[in-house]
């Protein structure tokens, strides 16, 4: 299986912007403008109590909508946490899990990651997993040993079967929201490394090629085809540019290969 017959996933991942109530007229300027190929899915990565509008208003189009995180857990006292069933409920398709803000801001651990994409695979989720290397780690060359650690353990447990059904996002970390994006060799290099990774120390050739690969870190408008264009890149998860409709639109173009 090449790159071919793998789905190209252009995922948007608003963070903690907009508002339920600017959900329509969003959309109503987004999806004229997408000019989406046949193997192409589009995602809206969204705040959980935007779901609902984002749900109704994407409607009939191809806009599929997506969360940010998920709790661990199934249900019970966890006040402030959402399951997955909650969110498959209310028609979620996708979620992002293992953001590198998340595993800042809330420290999150890969045995959390692992947790989290076990309950999101027992909902019909599918996983969006992010994984990336600091500035730091990038300089002192331990990028590699440092995704190929975070990888390994988010698939502790997980069969081939569900390994196919999870969407990997690599996102170095000192690109995410800085406007210095990797180049698209440093994106191919990582991207390569993880798909031979699943291939040669967690599952085997079959089980990879069939798993999309997205590089998420400042891709735009401008950068986006020649990231898309890469051997190993199935995609992108896009933050800041999938805010603006026109931008978002031309990646969603650029991802198109019947265009
Ligand atoms: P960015 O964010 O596109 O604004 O760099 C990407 C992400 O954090 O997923």
């Known amino acids: 299986m090449d790159k071919k017959h793998r789905k190209t996933i252009i995922a948007g991942n608003w963070k903690m ?49 997506g969360a940010q995180d998920v709790s661990a857990h199934d249900k019970g006292a966890y006040t402030g946490e959402v399951s997955a069933a909650m969110l498959q409920d209310l028609g979620t398709e996708y979620c992002i899990i293992g953001h590198s803000e998340r595993r800042a801001y809330h ?92 291939a040669e120390k967690i599952y085997d050739w079959e089980t990879s090629k069939a798993v999309s690969i997205l590089y998420g870190g400042s891709m735009n408008a401008k950068n986006a085809a020649e990231l898309l264009g890469q051997l190993d890149i199935d995609g992108g998860l896009i933050g800041g540019a999938s805010l603006k409709p026109a931008d978002f639109a031309v990646i969603v173009k650029a991802g198109n290969e019947d265009a």
């Open 107 to 198: 420290a999150e651990s890969d045995e959390l990651v692992n947790a989290k994409l076990k309950a999101l695979l027992g909902a019909g989720i599918t996983p969006i997993l992010c994984v990336g290397e600091s500035l730091e780690q990038r300089d002192a060359g331990e990028t590699l040993h440092v995704v190929s650690s975070q990888v390994k353990a988010a698939f502790e447990g997980i069969r081939p079967e569900q390994a196919k059904a999870v969407v990997i996002a690599y996102e170095p970390i000192w690109a995410i929201g800085t406007g210095r994006t990797a180049t698209a060799e440093q994106a191919q290099e990582v991207c390569g490394f993880i798909r031979e990774y699943l």
């Open 17 to 65: 912007n907009q508002l339920a109530s600017g959900v329509p007229a969003f959309l109503d300027e987004l999806v004229p403008a997408l000019r989406c190929g046949a193997g192409e899915e589009v995602v809206l990565c969204v705040p959980f109590p935007l779901i609902p509008a984002m749900k109704a208003a994407a409607g009939g189009t191809v806009v599929r909508v």
